[in-house]
């Protein structure tokens, strides 16, 4: 591990972070995990890229997360004849279906699903939410609206319809190849854009099966309708600021954060925190302080991961931004009343079944008992290590699995180091053994320690946490 924190950070790919040479100073510098946001480049560049991370993190030992991002159904106008125009306050502006340049009274917008959706008294906001229309009267394949907010808007700038349910699948023609291509090149996470609803990642799994975990980003205010029974479908979810501040009441944003990573929490869900987290250093060599206290908000709200967007893919700073989100996370976890946020924020019901109720007992056992340094599970799946991050432990989590698969996927898992052992435990002294020999090569813990072993019994069963032992390191 490059770290010892135990918050991810997730940095984006992309024109500024593509090469070798800063691929390896972004992992230098502490970034876990890797987005390809295919809303941008080639499969070419993609397959590169990934290349690059997959080659570098096996020279420095590392289980580096790979996440592709699909673009999702994003709603856009076409294009002006001039490039752009301006809109003014109280104008009337027409939006509809035809394949023709637009101007300062009309363009097309190419969603039939919009039109199908709306009715007068409905607002559109365009250009990440910097306009503002009203729709006097609609028809199937035109909306005619009145500018109550104006502004300068050019072409394919995006269109948001805020407590409108589109019709519409989170997963359009280009992703659907967009997600096979990433499949098939082994990607550890698959990011579902534009998620509205259960039904959308129940279609997601039926593509995606077990080749990948699914990421829902929440981004309409009808997937918080559904909160809960997202997160259980989802393996892990991520809090997209950008269009979430944008169909929402901004002020309401910091409240959904907090609910959702609560949320995440409850039912053992990594959450990622994303979008201009430290939005100044694409210009800037330093953020501003209030960036450094939204990274530590999130922190002390306790995040899995905290993502950087355009900072590492187009920003002038890439491995400086990834720097001073690693030392904003090393400063608030090294705050002696952190942990104690942790236990303050753990949810009320915890226990649901055999594998809950032993990784809570692990964490209640770490406190009771002082001279406890780590707790290691074996895991095959990776259930057991989220659970045991869930409960957020003042100890090392090493996380022991016969999968390299499994040991990537966990890097969005809060405080999991992982290990490879693809031995077959022929009894418990030998799993014990094991757990001894990666407890101290990790650093986690020295002769004359203990450690909390949990794994299932018999050994090697998949799906089965039934075990709870503490083991001393002679």
């Given amino acids: 591990m490059p770290k010892n924190t135990y918050t991810r950070i997730l940095a984006t790919i992309g024109p500024s972070s593509a090469d070798e040479k800063t691929i390896g100073a972004l992992l230098d510098a502490g970034a876990d995990a890797f987005r390809f946001n295919f809303s941008h480049g080639t499969h070419e560049e993609h397959k590169q890229r990934y290349d690059i991370v997959r080659r570098l993190s096996e020279q420095k030992g ?18 002006f004849a001039k490039g752009k125009i301006l ?12 394949n023709e340049l637009g101007d300062e009274t009309r363009v097309t917008l190419p969603h039939k699903e919009i039109f199908a959706a709306i009715k007068a ?4 906001l365009l250009n990440d939410g910097n306009i503002v229309l009203e729709v006097q009267s609609c028809t199937a394949d035109t909306a005619v609206t009145k500018v109550k907010v104006g502004g300068e808007l050019s072409s394919h700038k995006g269109v948001n319809l805020p407590n409108i349910k589109l019709p519409i699948s989170a997963i359009t023609e280009k992703d659907r190849q967009d997600l096979e291509f990433a499949l098939d090149m082994g990607v550890d996470w698959i990011s579902l854009s534009f998620v509205q609803s259960a039904d959308d ?26 909160l809960e029974d997202i997160i259980k479908l989802s393996d892990g979810i991520m809090v997209a600021r950008g269009d979430l501040g944008v169909e929402c009441p901004l002020q309401t944003v910091p409240v959904l954060q ?3 990573i609560h949320a995440c929490r409850k039912f053992a869900r990594p959450v990622i925190v994303a979008t201009q987290m430290l939005e100044s250093m694409i210009e800037k060599p330093t953020p501003t302080r209030a960036e450094v206290s939204d990274v530590a908000t999130a922190v002390y709200d306790g995040a899995d991961v905290v993502m950087l967007s355009a900072e590492t893919a187009a920003g002038k700073y890439p491995v400086e931004a990834v720097k001073m989100m690693n030392k904003t996370i090393t400063q608030v ?43 290691v599970t074996y895991t095959s799946s990776g259930r057991t290590t989220f659970l045991i991050s869930r409960e957020r432990p003042n100890i090392p989590i ?22 490879i052992n693809e031995a077959t435990f022929n009894s418990i002294d ?16 020295n002769h004359g320690d203990h450690i909390i072993i949990t794994g299932g019994f018999p050994l090697g069963v998949k799906g089965r946490t039934n075990m709870l032992h503490t083991v001393y390191i002679d």
């Fill in 62 to 79: 590392l289980f580096t997360t790979i996440i592709a991002d699909l673009q999702g159904p994003k709603l856009r106008v076409g294009e």
């Fill in 87 to 98: 809109l003014k306050e109280g104008q009337t502006f027409v939006l509809d279906m035809k």
């Fill in 121 to 124: 008294g409905d607002e559109l």
């Fill in 201 to 226: 990642v129940r279609a997601a799994r039926k593509l995606i099966g077990d080749r990948a975990l699914i990421i829902s980003k929440l981004e309409k205010p009808s997937a918080i309708v559904e």
């Fill in 258 to 260: 907090k609910k959702i």
């Fill in 333 to 375: 976890e090294s705050d002696p009343l952190f942990f104690q946020y942790m236990k303050n924020l753990q949810p009320i019901s915890c226990c649901m079944d055999e594998a809950d109720s032993i990784t809570y007992a692990a964490t209640e056992v770490s406190k009771v008992l002082k001279n406890i340094k780590a707790v």
């Fill in 398 to 419: 090493i996380a022991v699995t016969p999968n390299i698969k499994v040991a990537r996927q966990l890097g969005l898992v809060w405080g999991a180091k992982r290990f």
């Fill in 430 to 445: 030998h799993f014990e053994d094991v757990a001894k020999a990666v407890a101290l090569e990790s650093g986690a813990a």
